[in-house]
């Protein structure tokens, strides 16, 4: 584009709350033809409730039952929050926040441990606790059986279950869901009547994936899960390597790799500074249909040079 013209793009999309970066970008939007968007904060809101605390007859490696304190709902939400009591984790903020709003006890763990894409392990009241998904707690080698039946269930509804272990064996599963962005299926369902292939990226598991990505409209086929933080610019690459030319929609300190790999990286302005820092494009209003708007802008823009 020639300065002039991109001038006017910058102007037009500011006042439409979507701000890019420099006005190369804007012939770079025009290229993509696959929107690739991360789940949690993105075409969810983020903002994590705690719904299901689920006590579990399970047992201790040694084949004793976990039989004092008695494993109930208190004390498998009492020993996730204080495990969680430091985590900067929207999870872990949603299973604190949950154990106050129930008046149960929370205390401050005496070691915590923050496993990046996996969960929390914490030494707390309760012993060695561990909150996470099956990742972690095959890691430190406790076994999920007991935990599987309850987790499936709670993850075809689209929440995210986590796994609480005390000592080595599962005490139950907690779970906490998110509400998809009001926007965010008309979006989908717009770009794929224009010809883009439309992804979904989370770190979340198959299952919750799949429920969420149905309810927004995306393909099964293209959902990417259980992706752990460091291979998501990864999974943008494998979508690249035919010369796809992807953008990259994500809030979140884990999304910023994938928001620089992809041709294209758009930050949800409610997001990280990282993200923010990392995209192309700031969708101010953190409004996933605005990636629509993004699109438009660039293809106005750049025809306007001709
Ligand atoms: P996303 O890509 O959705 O932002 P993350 O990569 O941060 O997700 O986390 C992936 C998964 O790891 C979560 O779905 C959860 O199962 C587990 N996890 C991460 N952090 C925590 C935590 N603080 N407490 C419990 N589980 C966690
Ligand atoms: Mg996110």
């Not at 005496?110 to 012993?127: M, Q, S």
């Not at 095959?138 to 689209?158: I, N, Q, Y």
């Not at 997001?271 to 494009?281: C, K, L, N, P, W």
Request: hydrophobic letters at 45%; aromatic letters at 2%.
């Amino acid at each position: 584009a020639t300065p002039a013209a991109t001038m006017v793009g910058s102007t037009i999309s500011a006042k439409n709350g979507v701000l890019f970066k420099g006005g190369d970008i804007l012939e770079r939007v025009r290229e993509v033809d696959a929107v690739v968007f991360d789940k949690t904060g993105t075409l969810t809101e983020g903002e994590m409730q705690l719904t299901d605390v689920v006590p579990l007859d399970s047992h201790r490696p040694d084949g004793g039952a976990v039989t004092t304190p008695a494993v109930d709902e208190t004390y498998v939400l009492s020993a996730a929050a204080s495990a969680e009591a430091g985590s900067e984790h929207p999870l872990g903020q949603a299973i604190v926040a949950g154990a106050k709003e129930r008046a149960i006890d929370v205390t401050e763990p005496t070691e915590f441990e923050n496993v990046p894409g996996k969960g929390v392990t914490a030494t707390t009241d309760h012993g060695e606790v561990l909150v996470g998904n099956r990742k972690l707690l095959e890691d430190r080698g406790v076994d999920t059986a007991p935990a599987s039946e309850t987790m499936a269930e709670l993850e075809a509804e689209g929440k995210t279950a986590m796994v609480v272990a005390v000592d080595g064996a599962v005490v139950g599963v907690v779970a906490t869901a998110d509400t998809v962005r009001e926007s965010a299926t008309e979006t989908v369902a717009a770009l794929t009547e224009r010809g883009y292939d439309v992804f979904m990226l989370t770190g979340d598991n198959e299952r919750t994936a799949h429920a969420v990505a149905a309810e927004v409209g995306i393909p099964e086929a293209n959902v990417r899960a259980s992706v752990l933080p460091d291979e998501k610019a990864d999974v943008i690459d494998a979508i690249q390597a035919d010369g796809t030319h992807a953008m990259m929609v994500g809030d979140g300190v884990n999304d910023a790799p994938a928001l620089t790999t992809a041709n294209i990286g758009v930050a949800i302005g409610s997001g990280t500074d990282v993200a923010i820092e990392a995209a192309d494009v700031t969708l101010m209003r953190s409004d996933p249909a605005d990636v629509l708007k993004a699109l438009r802008i660039s293809q106005a823009t750049i025809s306007k040079v001709w």
